[in-house]
């Protein structure tokens, strides 16, 4: 699955990756474009997440964000 990772204009490390290469379907905020990467099921980890679960959560709700905190894997 062909993702695209936005990281916060402002900072603070935060990430979000998606399908959408617009990022259209990010969280209110100013999003900047960083890179196009390649997740598949069963396939290595990456930036410190599961790569099963990025694809879970950009197919749930559109968008994986990370690092995770507490307060969203509550939400999820």
Do not use: C
Not at 34 to 42: F, P
Not at 50 to 62: F, L, T, Y
């Amino acid at each position: 699955m062909e993702l695209h990772v936005f990281a916060l204009k402002t900072g603070g490390g935060r990430r979000q990756i998606t399908a959408d290469r617009t990022g259209s379907n990010l969280p209110a905020g100013e999003w900047l474009y960083q890179k196009t990467i390649n997740v598949a099921r069963g396939g290595p980890p990456l930036i410190g997440a599961n790569s099963d679960e990025i694809v879970d959560a950009v197919e749930k709700s559109g968008y994986f964000t990370w690092p995770v905190e507490a307060n969203d894997a509550e939400g999820s």
